[in-house]
């Protein structure tokens, strides 16, 4: 069965701790990528990969840190440098080639408090 | 500043009455078009793919367009199950990256 799985669904934190999200994928795609979805926004890039071992910030990269040791996996640690860090977090990956497509995981709510 | 802007920001539909979501974008040098479907705490669903203008493609009751500078998904006599937030999303230049619109929030009552 292949796709994205994050876990866990949703996660609960108290403020000033780190917190780390999972992204696992079995497509075999080089590319991934960590959106952050706050209601009423469009879904903002927070860090991207497209190869194992490099990864570059996105538009909002503070109080973010990825990593990228195997090609299935791009946890997220959310810090406490993170101003609002409650959100819906999705990691995606994409196709290459003319038929580009970017595939979404099935999120993970992250709520601190 | 590229931007991606979607209209309207909700929608509601009787059963069976046709209508139309819009995107408009402001990237130069557009690589490519998408439409998703997502429903409720649920990661988004790819539906579409658009790269040149005129380009259509179909899928069950929904059809999307691209123009020069838009977008429209065409919903022909929606059902309930098509209720949904639907995103568009533009990829342009030389990155894999792509600009996310806010969404139209379409509800489709029986």
């Known amino acids: 069965d292949g796709g994205i799985t994050q876990s866990p669904k949703y996660l609960f934190r108290k403020e000033g701790q780190n917190v780390t999200l999972s992204c696992e994928q079995n497509?075999?795609?080089?590319?991934m990528y960590w959106y952050r979805q706050d209601p009423g926004q469009g879904l903002r890039l927070i860090y991207y990969?497209?190869?194992?071992?490099?990864?570059q910030k996105g538009d909002i990269a503070e109080g973010y840190s990825v990593s990228r040791e195997k090609k299935e996996s791009f946890p997220l640690t959310v810090t406490s440098a993170q101003k609002n860090p409650t959100a819906f977090y999705l990691c995606?990956?994409?196709?290459?080639?003319?038929?580009?497509?970017?595939?979404f995981g099935p999120g993970t709510r992250l709520t601190v408090t | 500043e590229d931007q991606v802007t979607q209209s309207p920001e909700a929608l509601r539909l009787q059963e069976g009455e046709s209508s139309s979501l819009n995107c408009s974008y402001t990237?130069?040098?557009?690589?490519?078009l998408f439409w998703y479907r997502q429903d409720p705490g649920k990661g988004p669903e790819f539906l579409f793919t658009l790269y040149s203008a005129g380009e259509e493609k179909e899928k069950e009751r929904l059809k999307a367009t691209l123009t020069k500078k838009e977008s429209f998904l065409h919903i022909t006599a929606p059902k309930p199950e098509d209720s949904a937030t639907y995103l568009c999303?533009?990829?342009?230049?030389?990155?894999?990256?792509?600009?996310f619109g806010t969404g139209t929030l379409l509800a489709v009552q029986p």
């Open positions: 999303a533009v990829q342009w230049g030389a990155t894999n990256k792509l600009i």
């Open positions: 990237v130069s040098g557009l690589r490519g």
């Open positions: 990969s497209q190869i194992v071992n490099d990864f």
């Open positions: 995606a990956t994409n196709t290459e080639g003319r038929d580009y497509e970017q595939y």
């Open positions: 497509l075999n795609h080089d590319a």
